[in-house]
């Protein structure tokens, strides 16, 4: 068995509550060209993990010295990364800026809180740009990274991103044309919506709207809520109550209405329904 000579020198995670798992898929990581000039000069090598990345070296010195030694001979003072989504609906299901073009900004010297595990959650900076190239930079200072050494720990640092809320709206449109009576929206939780009221779609069509009531409901890749179109109808005094659509849909990220008149911006999800 060949034992490696290489130690870590950090580790990054990055958690998304909008996948079941938390892991935060679809980010392809890169180091910038100044790190990656000293990664190739000074044997450092960077490992992917199913949640982010870990930096390793095989330098025989502390990593006080290594860091002191790369600040010297090149001049710079941090490790330097680039992260960029293949994820294609990563904006819509994500809690960012509805309205605004811009990048995240991370870095090790800007600690949201420590974890009891000693880990360290990063805060971001959100900062305007004409283009975003980028889904976020990260920069993790040499400095941190010795004062992380120096109380003997190997410093991990989490990046976490929440998924967007919305106000899910459900549009029943009767093809059937039969007589529905008295609809309503039911599931086994405290959740109520509020309609239904009559709308014109942009298509020409007739709908009942039922909406969200005083609050919001967050984005998930996998289906967290049960809800069912109830119809309620009254025969010889006697009214009854049948299921005319059983487990209606959860919201798609890529179906979003914004209401930018409202500060900040309501973000609805919109749903067609036929019955």
């Known amino acids: 068995m060949i034992k490696s000579n290489f130690y870590k020198v950090f580790d990054v995670a990055?958690?998304?509550?909008?996948?079941?798992?938390?892991?935060?898929?679809?980010?392809?990581?890169?180091?910038?060209?100044?790190?990656?000039?000293?990664?190739?000069?000074?044997?450092?090598?960077?490992?992917?993990?199913?949640?982010?990345?870990?930096?390793?070296?095989?330098?025989?010195?502390?990593?006080?010295?290594?860091?002191?030694?790369?600040?010297?001979?090149?001049?710079?003072?941090?490790?330097k990364f680039n992260v960029i989504i293949q994820e294609p609906y990563f904006y819509q299901f994500t809690n960012l800026p509805i309205n605004q073009i811009g990048i995240l900004e991370y870095t090790s010297s800007l600690v949201s809180s420590v974890t009891t595990f000693g880990t360290i959650i990063l805060q971001s900076r959100f900062v305007p740009t004409e283009e975003a190239d980028k889904l976020f930079g990260l920069t993790v200072n040499f400095e941190d990274l010795i004062s992380s050494e120096a109380n003997g720990e190997i410093a991990c640092y989490q990046i976490n991103f929440e998924a967007r809320a919305t106000k899910w709206e459900y549009?029943?449109?009767?093809?059937?044309?039969?007589?529905?009576?008295?609809?309503?929206?039911?599931?086994?939780?405290?959740?109520?919506?509020?309609?239904?009221?009559?709308?014109r779609l942009q298509n020409g069509e007739t709908a009942q709207l039922f909406s969200l009531e005083n609050q919001l409901l967050a984005l998930s890749e996998i289906p967290q809520y049960h809800f069912n179109l109830i119809s309620s109808t009254e025969k010889n005094g006697t009214t009854r109550a049948k299921t005319v659509f059983k487990g209606l849909p959860n919201p798609n990220?890529?179906?979003?209405?914004?209401?930018?008149?409202?500060?900040?911006?309501?973000?609805a999800s919109l749903m067609y329904v036929y019955v």
């Open 14 to 79: 990055v958690t998304h509550t909008y996948f079941l798992d938390t892991i935060c898929k679809g980010l392809l990581y890169t180091a910038s060209e100044e790190t990656t000039y000293i990664m190739k000069r000074f044997s450092l090598k960077l490992k992917l993990t199913r949640n982010g990345f870990e930096l390793y070296t095989d330098a025989k010195t502390s990593l006080e010295h290594l860091l002191n030694y790369i600040t010297t001979t090149t001049g710079e003072k941090a490790f």
């Open 171 to 199: 549009y029943i449109i009767n093809k059937s044309h039969q007589n529905l009576g008295e609809l309503s929206i039911k599931s086994n939780t405290d959740i109520t919506f509020g309609g239904p009221d009559t709308v």
């Open 253 to 267: 990220p890529n179906v979003l209405q914004v209401n930018t008149k409202v500060s900040p911006p309501l973000v």
